[in-house]
């Protein structure tokens, strides 16, 4: 691949970032179902970015254009296994490497998605990850289905007599076994999930957390809820109604464990009511903005004092309402909880008692995770102690991973664990299901492959295949753990149950549904089987070698120098997933069901923690972070510790890559400060870019969030090995560098890449220029740091984004604080961002934020800053404007978007001559400039906002204030 290839060159980012984002709704057979993984890579881009970088260049506009359109195709997830696309694909990678496939590796392979589409390209593909939860991952993704799973004849008897079809024998078996661990784990524990009188089935029993009103003439247990509906669609609406009792306290509140807690006198009692019969706000519940609010007698408790009773043990929870659902009927019902329920609870907590001491002689450790949540110190949370931003619940003594569950939720998951660690030990040795029924077929398993033994009278697994079976059993356990959790809400809307990995972080949640797990509803082992069967029958169908997976990490690559033709990755986007602390959740449940199986792979308490790569100094909470920093008893990682990593990782890549051979190296992060360390790595590595392409890999409904500044962009950086050892002026090549990035922007300008995801896109090529050189120095031999570059590309983007947001209009006409607000809004809309980003953005304008935040245009809130909207001003802020003085407005230079926001104040309250009166003594009423600016602040804001509609209505108006002006009516100029 010494010549240039064609995502060097060209690359179809509209059509591959439009596939990509459609694919986050698909479902069924997707390798995101089998587990969850986070920042998981679109396998359309994936599928698309690495057919780009094995094939040459276009050779002609024309073959450029058939080739993009082949790519559009391509990547689509309905042809993802269709042979044409396949085939053709694969000819295309082979011609091009002189008839072999090309070696890839992946070092970050993470959920498998990259190295899956390296696979079905026909590539010799490599995988391996540091975290044993994701080379379990990759195993069931990239090596079992490829080596098990191949089509086999089998004879079946029917009552239309013997017949012939084709199975895939290892999705036939985990079908089978997870049957078999469903229904043992049914016989022993589903008394404990009983159906009612009428025949329904419970699917999820919703519960609130309690804590005690803290007026003492009260006393109430006030339930913990983010809000009350149970159904929120448009043709079906229910709703909990909380019913306060007397305002005094009779009696002591009763335990968890008594039955009569449910009625006790100084309980609130509910109802469920539908319809036109809700006569309150269901979107209110007990607790709003950190404050608990007693339904009783009004009295409110701060979020330190419910902080405090769930860390002293006072707190408790209360069962609330069953969902159920009657297999002869669509649709679910609902009902209060009762004390039957809570009955069967309790007898499933005193079984629980038996069954953990006798797992526990029987395994030799507890089979209830008792594993802490590690804080930054590594150690079990503390009150008043430092803390990580994604694991909030520590804050409410759940310290340790078994805190997350209630106690017939422990039952159910120990219970799975065990049938699956029974299931392995009954199939070694054990005949095949295929084989089961089509004996005379007289196959066998040897070495990991099925082939004909006419001498073996009896069909039996070998240790290899039983392991890979008992695999997808332990990763369908792991997924029930994430439904079957005290984390695991109700959604109103879809009425079905969502794991606790929302989003990447383990907050706190007030009110929570336990899953049935033998429902058959969202939540339960069943359902988490037919997902994971789609992903095995869709990974089978890819006909292809399998991946090699090994446990390694990035800095130390257990392989020779210059032996890959590509590397392919997806590196820690710095400080965004922590992987190894989020995949905790899982590991102490795969510990529980397949330590006997990898014993290499949990040979420690939790997952390893030292050599992943990642700046978790960002991410405490509880200390100050430059005191942590220097603290040596707080093991935490920061921007340096990041650097430093992932340059001996690109370093890795650089050694393992042959010289003629290329990388693509995926990253994606919205502060310049993650953007350093890997440019810095990169140049520090001995790679250097030879292109950059932005994708659209999140889906389009977040792509302009009001609340949000996150990227809808990755950026796709094609590398090669910097073979020259040159050195540059950097006044020399700043030239270069900006005609590259204008060159660049427009076309991503035209792919539709806008707001924060514009700036990022820019810093690729910038880098294609500035890396080609060893270093680049001053005239004076200093070296240029990232930093600067950095600075540079923000200033030359800035203004071409302010030239294309005002359709090339008077940007000179424009001052400083107006150009500032209009890129805001354009570049992260209404959300607060960090000082440091928004000084960065504040200096390519040319203004200070100090200068504007004492009762200005600025807010500062810690270390976040935020734009203010005309709505968000101090409320003197309208009286200062348009306040008549003796002074001439036109010689104070009023700033024009205080001009702006007060006549769209006043334009709210209907003051059309007071904005006249504005308009003119500031000098703005014939500024086309000014108009501009309007014009153009509504055209970056979305849909819907509320400043968008005032300024929107203010310059419908426009004549209207200048004819007042002319006083004859006369009509004024437009622009």
Known sequence: ?????????????????????????????????????????????????????????????????????????????????????????????????????????????????????????????????????????????LEFPQKYGGLVKCKEKTPMGEIEREVNPLLEDVKCWGEWVLEEARKEIGRFYPPDPNGSLPVGYIWSRTVKCSNPACGAEIPLLRQTWLAKKKNKQVALKIIPSENKMVGQPSRLTSPSRLTSPSRLTFEIVEGAAIDFDPGEGTFARAKALCPCCNSGLTDKEVRKQFQEGRADQRMVAVVLHHPDRQGKTYRLATERDMKVFL???????????????????????????????????????????????????????????????????????????EAYKKMVGQPSSVDQKNQSSRRTIKNGAR????????????????????????????????????????????????????????????????????????????????????????????????????????TSLPYPNDYFDAVITDPPYYDNV?????????????????????????????????????????????????????????????????????TKAFSEIRRVLKPEGIAVIVFAHKTTAAWETIINALLNSGLYLTASWPLHTEMQARLRAKESAALASSI????????????????????????????????????GIGGSDFFIAAIGPALEVFGRFETVETYAGEEVAAQELLEFVRKTVSEYALARILKNGNLGGIDATARFYLLWRWTYNGTRVLFDEARKLASACGIELEQYWNGGLIKKDKEYISVLGPKERDRKFLEKVSQPSSVDLMTVDLPMMDVLHACLLLWEKNQRRKITEILQSSGNLQNNAFWQLAQAVSDVLPEGDKEKQMIQGFLYGRNSYQKTANGSGQQSFDF
Request: proline letters at 5%; charged letters at 30%.
């Open 347 to 421: 007898e499933a907590e005193k079984y629980l008692e038996q069954k953990r001491e006798d797992l526990w002689d029987k395994w030799g450790f507890d089979p209830v995770p008792d594993e802490i949540i590690l804080t930054p110190e590594g150690k079990e949370y503390k009150k008043g102690g430092v803390y990580y931003n994604f694991t909030p619940v520590v804050l409410y003594g759940m310290t340790k991973w078994d805190d997350l569950f209630n106690t017939r939720q422990k039952l159910a998951l120990i219970t799975f664990a065990e049938k699956v660690r």
């Open 451 to 554: 082939t004909s033994e006419d001498a073996c009278p009896t069909i039996y697994y070998d240790e290899e295949y039983a392991k890979a079976v008992a695999t997808y059993l332990a990763l369908g356990v792991d997924m029930t753990a994430a439904f079957t959790n005290s984390l695991a809400r109700w959604e109103n809307t879809s009425e079905a149950i969502k794991q606790l990995y929302s989003r990447q972080a383990l907050p706190m949640l007030w009110d929570y549904t336990e899953a049935n797990p033998f429902s058959g509803a969202s939540g339960s082992y069943e359902t988490g089987i037919e997902y994971y069967l789609k992903v095995l029958d869709h990974c089978s169908y890819i006909n292809s070698n399998p991946a090699t997976v090994t446990q390694a990490s990035a």
């Open 578 to 646: 922590p992987y190894s602390y989020l995949s905790d959740f899982f590991y102490v449940w795969l510990k529980r069901t397949v330590t006997d199986l990898y014993p290499e792979f949990f040979a420690t308490p939790l997952t390893p923690k030292t050599e992943e790569i990642i700046d978790s100094l960002s991410l405490l909470r509880g200390m100050e972070k430059q005191k942590a920093a220097q603290d040596t008893e707080i093991r935490v990682k920061d921007k340096s510790f990041f650097e430093e990593k992932i």
């Open 1 to 141: 691949m010494s010549d240039k290839t064609f995502i060097e060159d060209t690359f179809p980012i509209k059509e591959v970032s439009k596939e990509s984002t459609r694919e986050k709704n698909i479902r069924h057979g997707h390798i995101s179902t089998l587990h969850i993984w986070w920042a998981r890579r679109p396998l359309a881009a994936s599928r698309s970015t690495i057919y780009a970088a094995l094939v040459p260049k276009p050779k002609d506009e024309q073959d450029r254009l058939a080739r993009a359109g082949f790519i559009q195709e391509m990547c689509k997830w309905e042809n993802s296994l269709k042979e044409y696309y396949i085939e053709r694909t694969r000819k295309d990678i082979l011609k091009a490497n002189g008839g072999n496939p090309p070696r890839i590796l992946d070092p970050f392979a993470g959920g498998g998605a990259i190295p899956l589409e390296s696979i079905r390209l026909g590539c010799e593909t490599f995988a391996s990850d540091l975290n044993p939860v994701a080379v379990l991952i990759e195993k069931a993704t």
């Open 716 to 751: 796709y950086m094609v590398c090669r090995k910097r073979t020259t050892r040159e050195t540059a002026y950097y006044n020399e090549i700043k030239p270069l560098v900006e005609e590259k990035i204008r060159q660049k922007l427009d076309q991503f300008w035209n792919e």
